[in-house]
């Protein structure tokens, strides 16, 4: 099943012209895509689905959605260490 997982925005880059972002999830931190939403802001919290923040949430949704994926087992995709990219985006 493919949820999105709510988290917080804690720090901005681009890549190559695409506005990113670094999303924090309970500790566990990953890069998501922040061009669905221009007006997001650092300390904002998004539910991020495949890499895109795709929707703003207040800190109490964030944290009641965590809970449940929590509880439901749905968290192993930010549970598993992103995979490496090297060069020409060979995985590694």
């Given at each position: 099943m493919?949820?999105?997982?709510p988290?917080?925005?804690?720090a901005f880059?681009?890549?190559n012209?695409?506005?990113?972002?670094k999303?924090?999830?309970?500790?566990?931190?990953?890069?998501a895509?922040?061009?669905?939403?221009?007006?997001?802001?650092?300390?904002?919290?998004v539910?991020?689905?495949v890499?895109?923040?795709?929707?703003?949430?207040?800190?109490?949704e964030?944290?009641?959605?965590?809970?449940?994926?929590?509880?439901?087992?749905?968290?192993q995709?930010?549970?598993?260490?992103?995979?490496?990219?090297?060069p020409?985006?060979?995985?590694?």
């Amino acid at each position: 099943m493919c949820l999105a997982i709510p988290g917080k925005i804690v720090a901005f880059h681009e890549k190559n012209g695409i506005r990113m972002g670094k999303i924090d999830y309970g500790g566990i931190t990953r890069e998501a895509c922040l061009e669905y939403i221009p007006e997001a802001a650092l300390g904002d919290y998004v539910m991020v689905h495949v890499g895109f923040a795709i929707s703003k949430v207040d800190e109490e949704e964030a944290a009641r959605t965590y809970k449940y994926l929590a509880e439901m087992d749905q968290l192993q995709e930010i549970e598993t260490p992103e995979p490496e990219i090297g060069p020409a985006g060979a995985k590694t």
